[in-house]
């Protein structure tokens, strides 16, 4: 039976040459790359010949790096000792951005498709898939009466919701600017996170909604009638205040259509850069809504003389936010984030407001590195 | 507000450069690329100062071409006039493939990455995310006991199934080799156009159930414990019938979790290549179970001597089937398939034990835009 099978496999990955459209069966000697080594450095392998040149540049190099060719022809870099983390890079092939062929996982960010990989231990263990129970994550379509239009959301129920009777508290989680309701799932590692947090006792059983934050957007590039749209940072919506004035139409959808527990202490709000600024106004709107309002490398970012109302009377907002009460209000930011003033000044009012809140600073910047490590510190302070 | 707004925006943007990893906010020049012109003709751009050639090779342009270095020194090609279809090209920068920097959308065939674009019109309009009611699709874990791990899939619920009452029927949709829970999804556009059929009311409201039939793989690589590990086409497991003994893990789980009508007129199962055998092997060994079969591109593949119970005594499989009786036994191939001997020598064997088929040839190979095609032929004719 083996032989046989052996020439079927031969015959078929033969044929497969003109089998399967895209697929490289003519692979003479097998390239790893990204190859993470035992270490914790990384090697990088490209096949270029003709090349003058190759670079990789990426967060797990950011000064950039040029292979050398060795005398298999083969360009190849080792980084220095990486600490955990989900990292990302780019080669640029003669000044060329290329991205590497022996690497399937690209994530996009805004409009630029990055080559991923990660180091694994400490923080980082809780991105990667593990053999615990998975939660779902579906792509959704709800109806917003007040933005006019059917818009998509991701939603992680957690494992045991379908089969269970229990009812959930939910988070709902915003992206910043460029981003949509794919970009926590993508960049954020979400569903990782919440299902090793969950199965290891860390964080509570939770729902958490990842809406798109564009008010213009109905739903991610490529996902909605206006097709493959290049994605882009600034929209024209930004700044107009309607993500937080129809957030009203999201709650009422979820919690029309999820076994949740609709009260106060079981609903949480948080999000990063422009999402940060959506959960801060959100829940200073809907000031007896949420317990829990996390604020990640954000502030008041609106202009100053918006006419939207969301952004009107703001102080007197937060002092009802503040005497009406919650449970936790989380701000994180990085100490060489272009927002840190920024935070620094929010901090500012809250003080003179005697509004009470956690403050986690750390290094670094405006990164998903923050984010994601960030996510993971909040969660398991929900809904205790 | 609208000066403060832009000033805000510009700052948001100039420091943005630091601000978000991986976005790029340095562009000097915008550069469209694909653009689809009103003729149906595409362009590629690309901006590359230092290349010596720049070729583009896909579906859209087989033979290749290579892109001419213009006055403003952005390298373009146009195509010549493109028929309706989902493509898939990448770039050759001096040999090395690269992607094109201004195409966010790109698409993994097995652990090939390609960008793709989309010209509409004709059958290609299926394919498109319309202003139509539209589905929910999730990505879902269950346990198969027959083959003792829990596994991933993918299932798209119709437009409605959320707030109604009504039981669906269900078909089964099964990947190639080298595919998984995912493949239909990404490069079949089964959602839009379960979506589209559904709303022009050309196809009934249905449960599509998207398995992994790699019963050596939980999930597509990146979402199992396995970690970011290279997609390979011909795994160890593919012909010894794991995936086909095991399938009933598969109807308990979806009959038990989802409001599906649970009889045989209510079920289909259809597959392409490696899908296709898994298809009409699951249907000849659960005689009574299906009533509607989709065979896309495919035959009876497994190797003469296996030893797998699911291939042994198969005419005698196929004649149980054909007694037990069923609506429609569909077979799909292209005349230019590597499989096409195969199929019509399965198709003697069927005439030969006067088991009823339909079928449908067509010109192409064994490609992802026949698989469209056929799926979009075949849904329309089930559960009528």
Redesign the interface.
């Known amino acids: 039976?083996k032989k046989?099978?052996l020439i079927?496999?031969l015959l078929?990955?033969f044929?497969?040459i003109?089998?399967?459209?895209?697929?490289?069966?003519s692979k003479k000697k097998e390239i790893?790359s990204p190859e993470i080594n035992a270490d914790n450095t990384v090697t990088f392998r490209?096949d270029?010949?003709?090349?003058k040149e190759v670079k990789v540049q990426g967060?797990c190099i950011p000064e950039g790096g040029f292979l050398t060719k060795g005398e298999d022809e083969i360009w190849t870099l080792t980084t220095k000792k990486l600490n955990p983390e989900l990292y990302?890079y780019s080669f640029y092939?003669?000044?060329?951005?290329?991205?590497d062929?022996?690497?399937?996982?690209?994530i996009?960010?805004?409009?630029?498709?990055?080559n991923?990989?990660?180091v694994g231990g400490g923080k980082a263990d809780l991105y990667?898939?593990?053999?615990v129970?998975?939660g779902?994550?579906?792509?959704?379509?709800y109806h917003s009466p007040k933005l006019e239009s059917?818009r998509?959301l991701t939603v992680y129920t957690p494992?045991g919701y379908?089969?269970g009777k229990q009812k959930y508290p939910v988070l709902y989680l915003m992206h910043?600017?460029?981003g949509d309701e794919n970009a926590w799932m993508e960049l954020g590692r979400t569903a990782q996170i919440m299902d090793n947090l969950i199965a290891q006792g860390k964080a509570k059983p939770m729902i958490v909604v990842m809406t798109n934050g564009n008010a213009d957007q109905t739903?991610t590039?490529?996902?909605?009638?206006e097709?493959?749209v290049?994605?882009i940072?600034?929209r024209p919506a930004?700044?107009a205040g309607k993500t937080e004035a129809a957030f009203g139409d999201i709650i009422q959808f979820i919690e029309g259509?999820y076994r949740v527990k609709k009260e106060k202490a079981a609903r949480a709000i948080a999000g990063l850069?422009m999402g940060g600024m959506h959960s801060l106004v959100i829940s200073a709107n809907y000031p007896n809504t949420f317990d829990y309002v996390g604020v990640f490398s954000s502030a008041l970012?609106q202009?100053?003389?918006?006419?939207a109302a969301v952004y009107a009377d703001f102080t007197a907002k937060l002092k009802a936010q503040r005497d009406n009460g919650y449970k936790l209000y989380w701000i994180g930011i990085g100490n060489s984030d272009?927002l840190f003033e920024k935070s620094n000044e929010y901090r500012k009012l809250l003080d003179s407001l005697q509004f009470k809140y956690e403050y986690h600073e750390t290094s670094g910047?405006?990164?998903?590195s923050n984010w994601r490590d960030y996510l993971s510190e909040f969660a398991p302070l929900l809904f205790q």
Not at 18 to 25: G, H, K, L
Not at 48 to 51: M, P
């Open positions: 039976m046989n099978l079927l496999v078929f990955s044929i497969g003109q089998a399967q459209e895209n697929v490289d069966f790893i490209l270029a010949k003709n090349a967060d990302s092939v003669d000044g060329v951005k290329a991205f062929p022996n690497n399937a996982f690209l996009r960010d805004v409009s630029t498709v990055v991923v990989f990660l990667k898939v593990t053999d129970p998975h779902t994550v579906a792509k959704r379509w059917t998509r494992a379908e089969n910043g600017a460029g739903a590039p490529g996902e909605s009638s097709g493959f290049k994605p940072f600034m930004t700044f259509n850069s970012l202009p100053k003389d918006s006419q272009f910047g405006h990164t998903w």
